[in-house]
């Protein structure tokens, strides 16, 4: 593994995500604001001719940024950029194409490439399409799947940081209709350790409490709507206890969420997607992050998709990216800190 020099100050890779979405507006915003330059050196994976698009198209033509000639030597006082293509890729705001999703996948590459050679510290991801993506070079339901793999995790978390809110997932990108059979003990358990795991190391918080929320309709009701949380959740929580974890649960989601219990506890592990971002989104969607807790890397990103509806119009609110920076910028700093005391 090839390292750049050291600096004090973390360097963030950026992807662009898709093209035709919000993606790289919501990128130049918030890297526009020339504060962030001294606190953290960012490293933009994509193409100066895209931001040289969305700069004029956005009449922010003083936002400027200095094109990488020499693998891994940045610019520590300036926006950096990577050109991930030589050929032209033609954009089209609001037009979900192929073209994009190939561009969106050159960028993901190059600054997995970087970060695995520790020429970067962290990886923030704008969104994909994850129709124009998909293919036999990209196999995968999303950013959270593919890094998985690619960092050989074994199993990761999707957990959704807010301000008040932070919400882990057990199941992610599946199907409804499948989701009881992925609601196992095992992976119960798993999910609970990751989380834990993340709030100690990633968040520093040395005794986590933790809720934990049931799949079916009233928790169960005591069997008379579901089983999973008498058979699987509950005892899952049960045998954690034993061992000192501040695991509670399992919670009926309406109510908990209604009577802001989520308020008393430092996390909430959610069963499946819906359930758990339908809550996030509500409480904490403008600055809300989604951190992949799990992996040996760094990766946030926005908690927002590609929004073709108002792609190219300048309305983007890049409040959710902005925050994916601070955060990696504080996982990174955290991580360090923990690392000190094993």
């Not at 990761?156 to 199907?175: A, C, F, Q, R, Y």
């Amino acid at each position: 593994m090839t390292s750049a020099p050291t600096t004090d100050k973390p360097r963030i890779g950026i992807t662009l995500g898709d093209l035709n979405g919000i993606g790289t507006e919501v990128v130049i915003k918030a890297l526009a604001d020339s504060r962030l330059l001294s606190i953290l050196t960012p490293v933009i994976y994509g193409s100066t001719r895209a931001l040289s698009y969305y700069r004029k198209l956005m009449d922010l033509e003083e936002f400027n940024y200095s094109q990488v000639k020499t693998k891994g030597q940045f610019f520590a006082k300036a926006i950096n950029v990577v050109n991930c293509w030589e050929d032209m890729m033609e954009i089209n705001p609001g037009q979900p194409s192929r073209v994009a999703g190939k561009a969106a996948l050159l960028s993901l590459n190059k600054a997995v490439e970087e970060l695995k050679e520790g020429l970067i510290d962290a990886m923030v991801t704008a969104p994909i399409d994850k129709n124009t993506i998909h293919g036999d070079e990209f196999p995968f339901k999303g950013h959270t799947e593919f890094l998985t793999e690619e960092f050989k995790a074994g199993e990761s978390l999707m957990l959704l940081v807010g301000n008040s809110l932070k919400i882990g997932l057990v199941t992610e990108h599946i199907p409804v209709k499948d989701i009881a059979s992925h609601i196992t003990r095992d992976r119960v358990e798993l999910k609970i350790r990751l989380l834990e795991l993340t709030l100690k190391n990633d968040f520093n918080i040395s005794k986590p409490k933790i809720a934990v929320l049931g799949l079916n309709p009233h928790a169960g009701d005591e069997g008379l709507l579901g089983t999973e949380e008498q058979e699987i959740i509950k005892p899952v929580i049960d045998e954690l206890k034993t061992k000192g974890k501040l695991i509670m649960g399992p919670f009926p989601a309406d109510g908990f969420f209604a009577s802001g219990q989520h308020f008393k506890f430092d996390a909430v592990l959610a069963m499946y997607h819906d359930q758990g971002l339908v809550a996030f989104k509500a409480i904490d969607f403008e600055s809300g992050v989604n951190f992949t807790a799990g992996l040996p890397i760094v990766r946030t990103s926005p908690d927002h998709g590609t929004a073709y509806a108002i792609a190219g119009k300048n309305q983007a609110d890049e409040s959710s990216m902005r925050q994916a920076i601070y955060l990696a910028c504080d996982i990174i700093k955290h991580r360090k800190e923990a690392a000190k005391t094993v």
